[in-house]
T-cell receptor, first 114, second 117 residues
């Protein structure tokens, strides 16, 4: 079965500390991987994506993620977070034979404290 | 570029009435649009995939007669919630995929908050 799992529903962290938000997927076909951020009562903003090529992907706002095929993971990282990074983060996967549909993880609420 | 708008941004309606939500790609042509709903503190759930000029494909468990989707042009898709009930209250988000070949990215609208009283 094809699925996406975000292992942490909530991640509290202090300002300027590093953070990693975890995402694992299950698939028997090729995948395209995405991380989105959602601020309260707003739509989704793309942080970064992996389609092919280098497994280390850099995105906006200082975020990066690494595609690990053997571990079927696509964890999101930032070396130093800001208060303004407080938001909900969603990992999403598009499976090669699914017509471009995105399957979302459950979301991780990142809470940055001063 | 790649801007998607939704209208209205929020709507309150009485139980039993119908509500139409528009999704527009403003600066690109979208062969495919997707409709999602999101309950508070939950993830996005795909409701249906809409291809221009053809019938929408609904996900399992989504009532196609209740959630009518029309994709009449390459820049506009509409979702009509018919005979709305309080349990239909939710945040509805659309996304659009560019007609450009090889583009696997979806661009999301800002969402529509529906409250049924």
């Amino acid at each position: 079965a094809q699925s996406v799992t975000q292992l942490d529903s909530q991640v509290p962290v202090f300002e300027e500390a590093p953070v990693e938000l975890r995402c694992n997927y299950s698939s028997s076909v090729s995948v395209y991987l995405f991380w989105y951020v959602q601020y309260p009562n707003q739509g989704l903003q793309l942080l970064l994506k992996y389609l092919s090529g280098s497994t280390l992907v850099k995105g906006i706002n200082g975020f990066e993620a690494e595609f690990n095929k053997s571990q079927t993971s696509f964890h999101l990282r930032k070396p130093s977070v800001h208060i303004s990074d407080t938001a909900e983060y969603f990992c999403a996967v598009s499976f090669y034979n699914q017509g471009g549909k995105l399957i979302f993880g459950q979301g991780t609420e990142l809470s940055v404290k001063p | 570029g790649a801007v998607v708008s939704q209208h209205p941004s929020w709507v309150i309606c009485k139980s039993g009435t119908s509500v139409k939500i528009e999704c527009r790609s403003l600066d690109f042509q979208a062969t495919t649009m997707f409709w999602y709903r999101q309950f508070p503190k939950q993830s996005l759930m795909l409701m249906a995939t809409s291809n221009e000029g053809s019938k929408a494909t609904y996900e399992q468990g989504v009532e196609k007669d209740k959630f009518l989707i029309n994709h009449a042009s390459l820049t506009l898709s509409t979702l009509t919630v018919t005979s709305a009930h309080p349990e239909d209250s939710s945040f509805y988000i659309c996304s659009a995929r560019s007609a450009s070949g090889g583009n696997y990215e979806q661009y999301f609208g800002p969402g529509t908050r529906l409250t049924v009283t």
